[in-house]
């Protein structure tokens, strides 16, 4: 083990924010019971706006973000991890108050990790990351109350992280799948995946006059929020279900109460970062077993000197699909 590593570290420096590599050593780390060597990380819209400065994320700097890293146990105190065990990290304070995956070490509590399952890398941990978490999540919480047979699943923000995981996840599991997305450029590659109909974002939010419309959707996986989820939600079939995880569309949103007393649909609330280590494992394990995909198809592998332009693409909305860092 190395004395001094190499991490991705933001200061502020007269009041402006700015991330650059940088040497730390390992005293630097905080306390915790296992010491890690990461081998990838990945950039999540959370890590972008812990670079950039959003307090409600990260309080304090410097720091060094990242809610995401995979790698083997250097040291441990905790009897569960082992020297040489391969793990995974995410969620909790990871990452946004605590150093993160944006270095070659990190050093955390036993019961922020989980183990990573045989037969899933860890690159292909982290070409699913938070996101495939995130989407996993949804999809289980839907497959409590959908099958395939009872109609299509609207995924919107279908071609962000959480978002393309849930569309190739609905696929492999012989769904009927529709996507909304702002991006209409990337129509076309979303029906090569098998995506029966792509929708515009603008579609939804133009017409909102009546407080029901056409069940179209057994159920939706919503990763946007806002005026977008209140849309949609109005499209879901009796007894169907929403799940929804995101607020890049906004934190607020107008609705009635017809589609919950009158469709029986049910909205259920998708959180991954204070989920139990225990449903973590499972859905890991579903991710490296029946529920794999092939990640390596769709993911891009950076440095960590690309970090920044990365965090660019994914404020600026031009950012497709996952990043995977290699450290």
């Not at 081998?39 to 060094?64: E, F, I, M, W």
């Not at 946004?96 to 070659?104: A, D, K, L, V």
């Not at 923000?157 to 012989?174: I, N, P, R």
Request: glycine share 12%; aromatic share 8%; with cysteine.
């Amino acid at each position: 083990m190395k004395d001094t590593f190499k991490a991705f570290v933001v200061r502020e420096q007269e009041g402006e924010l700015t991330g650059a590599l940088e040497q730390k050593q390992i005293a630097d780390l905080p306390a915790g019971d296992v010491l890690i060597r990461v081998d990838y990380s990945c950039v999540n819209y959370k890590d972008a706006l812990s670079v950039t400065g959003n307090r409600g994320v990260t309080k304090q700097y410097p720091h060094t973000p990242g809610v995401d890293a995979a790698g083997h146990v250097v040291s441990s105190t905790d009897a569960r991890f082992q020297e040489g065990t391969a793990v995974v990290v995410n969620g909790f304070d990871f990452g946004m108050n605590t150093s993160g995956g944006f270095q070659e070490y990190i050093r955390v509590p036993g019961d922020w990790i989980t183990p990573l399952p045989d037969g899933l890398t860890a690159f292909e941990a982290m070409a699913y990351g938070t996101a495939g978490l995130t989407a996993a999540q949804s999809v289980e919480e839907l497959l409590q109350r959908v099958k395939p047979d009872d109609g299509p699943v609207l995924v919107t923000g279908a071609t962000g992280g959480v978002g393309s995981v849930a569309v190739a996840l609905l696929l492999k599991l012989g769904f009927t799948v529709h996507a909304v997305t702002g991006k209409e450029a990337e129509a076309d590659r979303l029906k090569q995946a098998g995506v029966t109909k792509v929708l515009s974002r603008q579609s939804f939010l133009d017409e909102t006059t009546r407080p029901l419309k056409k069940g179209s959707y057994a159920g939706i996986i919503d990763t946007v929020g806002g005026p977008l989820l209140a849309s949609v939600i109005r499209y879901v079939q009796y007894g169907g279900l929403v799940t929804t995880c995101g607020n890049v569309g906004g934190a607020e949103m107008t609705l009635t109460v017809y589609p919950f007393i009158l469709r029986s649909v049910r909205l259920i609330g998708i959180d991954a970062v204070q989920v139990p280590v225990s449903e973590r494992t499972r859905l890991w394990e579903h991710l490296a077993d029946d529920w794999r995909l092939p990640v390596q198809e769709w993911v891009e592998t950076k440095s960590l000197h690309d970090l920044p332009d990365v965090v660019s693409s994914l404020l600026d909305g031009t950012h497709q699909g996952r990043t995977v860092i290699e450290i």
